[in-house]
């Protein structure tokens, strides 16, 4: 019989550069990883889909901007204004709010806020730190703004089509749903 595991609050591996503390991983589950994050002010993950993972984000605290659907005009800005075909819309998520992600669906989410936002951040199948720890390295060698070429490269090895930038800043809030 395998022993689970038990984290005091905190714990877990620290992923600095991705802002975000793997929980539980691959080394542990073959189904899926946990992470908990920390969503800078300004940051936007970009619009993007997996053939293959499914997510769920469950807002923490602070406020999210969160994309779950297929825009019925997919526009190579900013994603916040897409509409679905039955007219679903970006939502503004605050604690307590969940964003369920299939296999093939685009979405995205930001913090629109100038204060941190944390949410607990759930994918399977398991393995995801790995690009986390890769696109966390191109974050932090990028220094300001991430060069959008280099971040779909990342992408792309890791089942992640890119639709839209990942933007990160306090000059990139906004304020809209």
């Not at 007219?87 to 685009?106: D, E, H, I, Q």
Request: aromatic share 6%; hydrophobic share 45%.
């Amino acid at each position: 019989m395998t022993d689970g595991l038990m984290l005091p609050p905190g714990g877990g591996t620290r992923i600095p550069s991705a802002g975000m503390t793997l929980k539980i991983g691959a080394e542990r589950s073959a189904t899926w990883s946990m992470f908990e994050a920390e969503v800078a002010p300004g940051f936007d993950v970009g619009a993007h889909r997996h053939a293959a993972a499914e997510e769920v984000f469950y807002v923490l605290d602070g406020e999210l901007d969160l994309l779950a659907f297929e825009p019925e005009t997919m526009t190579a800005g900013d994603w916040r204004a897409w509409t679905s075909g039955d007219g679903a819309t970006v939502l503004r998520g605050g604690p307590g709010s969940v964003m369920w992600v299939p296999p093939g669906c685009p979405h995205a989410f930001a913090n629109p806020l100038d204060t941190p936002a944390r949410l607990l951040f759930l994918v399977a199948p398991s393995g995801h730190e790995d690009y986390l720890a890769e696109v966390g390295r191109a974050l932090a060698s990028a220094g300001g703004a991430p060069d959008p070429a280099v971040i779909a490269a990342v992408r792309a090895r890791h089942d992640i089509e890119q639709l839209t930038p990942m933007r990160r800043g306090p000059a990139q809030i906004s304020t809209t749903a």
